[in-house]
């Protein structure tokens, strides 16, 4: 079955760490570029940051920038997203989700997205 | 930072109407739109991408239209399984953003 299975999140305190991860199955995960994009219960979605294929292309949000690290092994089919310094305002559900590469064009939508996995922040 | 401003809000509509939603950018992003829709506890389903084209499996009463500023999402018979909130995102530039959404409800 093709699918994407986050795992990782929970309840930290403010100032802490979390590493969330992202399992790919069902097909070539080295042929797709990766992105976290994350939603605020009961609010929108909000792009965080994405890795091409190769991880030759890595972009952050602002808001997440110098505080989050985005990789990805694709010898283990999986994404991860090193959260640091978390604040309350990045509770959210984290979603990965892929997007068909076909070498350097990378056309940046995503055609199949994780169940989630919910991060909170609070002290 | 482009800004997608989706509207309605909320679409109130009973099955076999037809929706019509709305997508504005705040600078042009071309034909690089993409549409999801959102079901209540899951994850986003891409129906429209680059403005006009289906995503695989979504049927052909979704369309999708425009360019440049002014994008349409259009279901032309809402089925129920259509009721959803459904997003626009663009591709143009980084950061990638999303519009606030619109919530297709059963009249």
């Known amino acids: 079955e093709v699918q994407l299975v986050e795992s990782g999140g929970g309840l930290v305190k403010p100032g802490g760490s979390l590493r969330l991860s992202c399992a790919a199955s069902g097909f070539t995960f080295s042929s797709y570029s990766m992105t976290w994009v994350r939603q605020t219960p009961g609010k929108g979605l909000e792009w965080v940051s994405s890795?091409?294929?190769?991880?030759?292309?890595?972009y952050y949000a602002d808001s997440v920038k110098g505080r989050f690290t985005i990789s990805r092994d694709n010898a283990k089919n999986s994404l991860y997203l090193q959260m640091n310094s978390l604040r309350a305002e990045d509770t959210a559900v984290y979603y990965c989700a892929r997007t068909p590469t076909y070498g350097d064009f990378i056309p940046w939508y995503f055609d199949l997205w994780g169940r989630g996995t919910l991060v909170t922040v609070s002290s | 930072e482009i800004v997608l401003t989706q509207s309605p809000g909320t679409l109130s509509l009973s099955p076999g109407e037809r929706a019509t939603l709305s997508c504005r950018a705040s600078?042009?992003?071309?034909?690089?739109l993409a549409w999801y829709q959102q079901k209540p506890g899951q994850a986003p389903r891409l129906v429209i991408y680059d403005a006009s084209n289906r995503a695989t499996g979504i049927p052909a009463r979704f369309s999708g239209s425009g360019s440049g500023t002014d994008f349409t999402l259009t279901i032309s018979s809402l089925e129920p399984e259509d009721f959803a909130v459904y997003y626009c995102q663009h591709r143009s530039n980084w950061p990638l953003t999303f519009g606030g959404g619109t919530k297709v409800e059963i009249k």
């Open positions: 890795i091409s294929s190769s991880s030759r292309y890595i």
């Open positions: 600078q042009s992003v071309t034909s690089y």
